[in-house]
C-alpha cells in the first residue's frame, strides 16, 4: 500500500516514552494498523485521521504495544550462518564452520557435536546465506522427520487409539503440532531443535488428542497419565521457543 505522508510522533504509558512513524494513507479508509518489529513502531492511518484519535487509539493500545517491544528485543539476532556461529540441536548448541568448496550446493553434516557445511566457492553475501539456511532447513526437517517418527513409536503403544497415525513435519510459524480430523499427526520441524524432553510432550500432547480432541480436563488426565510432568515441560517449551534462531 503506498503511503502518502510519514511523520513521526510519541506516547508515554506508566512512564515509558513510546516512539512511532506515523503513516497516513488516503488508500485506508477507517481501520488503523499496528506494527512492531526491529523496525520499531509503525502506525498507518487514514489521511485525515484527527491527530487526537491517533494519541487515543495508542494510548489505549499501549500495554498490547508494550509487549509486542518487549518480545522483539527478547527474539536471538538474525542467524548469518557464518563460521563461528551456534545452531541448536536437540537442545545443545553446537558450533558452526564455514568450509568453502567447489560444489553446487550447501551440504550440512554433523561432526564430533560441531556443524560443518560445505558451501559453493562460487557465492557470496547474502546469495551464500540462504543458500546455507535452505541447507539447514533440508536437515533440520530431515532429523526432525527421524526424531519425532522414534517418539511417536515409543509413546503411541501406551496410548494408541485405532490405526497408527501418520506423522508429518511441517513448518508452521505458529503451532509445535496439530491432529487433524483423520487422525495423521502434524509436527513443527524446529521441534528437533530443543531437547528430547520436551518434543516429547508435544508427541504425548497430539496423540491425547486421539483419544479426547479438545482440551477439556478429560484431554489433560490422558496427558497427565502418560507424563506426569506434562505441566512443567509444557511452560519449558513456551519458555525455549521464544529463543529458536530460525
Not at 539456511?133 to 494408541?160: C, D, G, T
Amino acid at each position: 500500500m503506498p503511503w502518502r505522508e510519514s511523520s513521526e510522533g510519541s506516547i508515554s504509558h506508566n512512564g515509558v516514552v513510546i516512539p512511532y512513524r506515523l503513516h497516513r494513507s488516503k488508500r485506508r479508509r477507517k481501520t488503523y494498523a499496528v506494527a512492531v518489529d526491529e523496525n520499531g513502531v509503525r502506525v498507518a492511518v487514514p489521511y485525515r485521521t484527527p491527530n487526537r484519535r491517533i494519541h487515543a487509539f495508542l494510548t489505549d493500545h499501549a500495554p498490547w504495544i508494550l509487549k509486542k517491544i518487549a518480545k522483539v528485543k527478547d527474539r536471538p539476532p538474525p542467524q548469518k550462518f557464518a563460521t563461528g556461529e551456534t545452531l541448536p540441536y536437540l537442545g545443545r548448541d553446537l558450533h558452526l564452520t564455514v568450509g568453502m568448496r567447489p560444489v553446487t550446493e550447501a551440504r550440512v553434516r554433523l561432526r564430533q557435536g560441531s556443524f560443518y557445511v560445505e558451501a559453493p566457492q562460487a557465492l557470496k553475501g547474502d546469495d551464500l546465506r540462504e543458500e546455507i539456511k535452505r541447507a539447514f532447513l533440508h536437515w533440520y526437517q530431515q532429523r526432525a522427520e527421524q526424531r519425532i517418527s522414534a517418539a511417536v513409536n515409543l509413546r503411541w503403544p501406551s496410548m494408541k487409539k485405532g490405526k497408527k497415525p501418520q506423522i508429518i513435519i511441517g513448518n508452521q510459524k505458529t503451532l509445535w503440532g496439530s491432529c487433524a480430523a483423520d487422525g495423521s499427526l502434524r509436527f513443527n520441524w524446529r521441534l528437533v531443535m530443543m531437547p528430547l524432553p520436551l518434543m516429547e510432550y508435544v508427541v504425548v500432547h497430539e496423540l491425547a488428542h486421539l483419544k479426547e480432541r479438545n482440551h477439556s480436563p478429560a484431554f489433560w488426565k490422558v496427558v497427565a497419565t502418560a507424563m506426569p510432568d506434562a505441566l512443567q515441560r509444557r511452560r519449558q517449551l513456551r519458555e525455549t521457543g521464544r529463543t529458536l534462531p530460525l
